[in-house]
């Protein structure tokens, strides 16, 4: 008997599914990287002193499973209560988890009948079944989908990434206000546009599926929107400490919304889903907040000396409310108006700026797709390695 071909015993949505593109981690000696949004800044002394003393014989016991030290430092960090906070291996983790916890996947097509066109992109889909959320925005969220089997409905921004109006949305009849779960990144990803806490409380108080607020980038913007979160029953708030609180290789992120959608979100969590140092970490972080608030400004003011150099660079930016700036190069903005040209010209594009910098040993982020793939999202580095891309830009320029 034959052994079974192994791509057989894989299910066909699994299959067909293509996995999240992270940005690289590269290991290249002198290489600036500013291709992930990682913060320049380590974390605090405190943090790494707690972690340091942590690491002993007691890495053989499991941490504790709900992270109840955290959560509880968390809800006084917030002004709400333990039981409004969920935390996970990153906040990606919980994202995945909401998609699972809100939305029915549709059945999954029979293998012996596949031909026909089971999830027509036309096909009115029942609400349950939907994942929503504007484009631009976070990647993550079409794959979680995906490989949830649920519907995606992925509704463009505006084109200069503002958030449509509520009638906007109502007249162009492509926004479900049913969906299941809707997903906005707020300050938004790759865009780096922050959106107000007005707009977006319209958006909830029309929406009734839930309505994920991922709020990744939050500290580096003017408000935020957490307050919603503990006003609406069907609103969710992201948060992660690996942006704003260089944590990103400890892996931790929460979730604050109503105790109803965090008790069901713990029925399907991992038991033991955050690793004890993260959670020491993420602790002790919220002891030293005056650190943080330090870092969050240093950045903040290397935005914005860096968004008015590319400015003044001829570069197109978008105000950034987050720790990165999304740029479109200046020979992408001159002949965009006539594509035509802009071969003819054979003028670098985004491609050709990300490449041009990667020789240059700098590393940002260059998405190929519609729309953002005029555009570089560059991570705010320090001081220093934003005063070095402007000077290599400044090179790459005379240079042509
Ligand atoms: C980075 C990022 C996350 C994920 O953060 P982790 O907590 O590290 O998983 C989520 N949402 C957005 C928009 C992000 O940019």
Known sequence: MPYPIPNRLVRPLVRTLSPYTPGEQPKVKGLVKLNTNENPYPPSPKVLRAVRAAVDGRLRLYPNPTADRLREKLARFHGCSPENIIVGNGSDELLEMAVRC??????????????????????RHPANHIVQYFTPSYSLYPVLADMHGAIKNPVPLNSDFTLPTLPALKRGRLWNFNAALTFVTSPNAPSGRGYSTAELEALCRAQRGVILLDEAYAEFADEHALSLALRYPHVIVSRTFSKAYSLCFLRVGYFIAHPDLIRALHKIRDSYNVNGLGQIAAET???????????????????????????????????????????????????????????????????????????????????????????????????????????????????R
């Open 102 to 123: 809100f939305v029915e996947p549709v059945a999954e097509p029979h293998s012996s009948n596949r031909a026909g066109p089971t999830r027509s992109k036309h096909a």
């Open 285 to 399: 972080t919220l002891d030293d907040i005056e650190y943080y608030r330090r870092n969050f400004a240093k950045i903040i003011s290397t935005r914005d000396w860096l968004t008015g150099q590319l400015t003044t660079l001829g570069f197109k930016v978008v105000p950034s409310q987050t720790n990165f700036v999304f740029a479109m190069p200046p020979h992408t903005c001159n002949t965009s108006l006539d594509p035509g040209n802009r071969r003819r010209a054979r003028m670098p594009d985004a491609k050709d700026w990300f490449l041009r910098l990667r020789d240059h040993k700098i590393l940002v982020r260059w998405f190929d797709q519609p729309v953002v793939r005029d555009y570089l999202r560059i991570t705010v580095g320090t001081p220093a390695q934003a005063r070095h891309l402007v000077n290599v830009i400044r090179k790459i320029l005379v240079a």
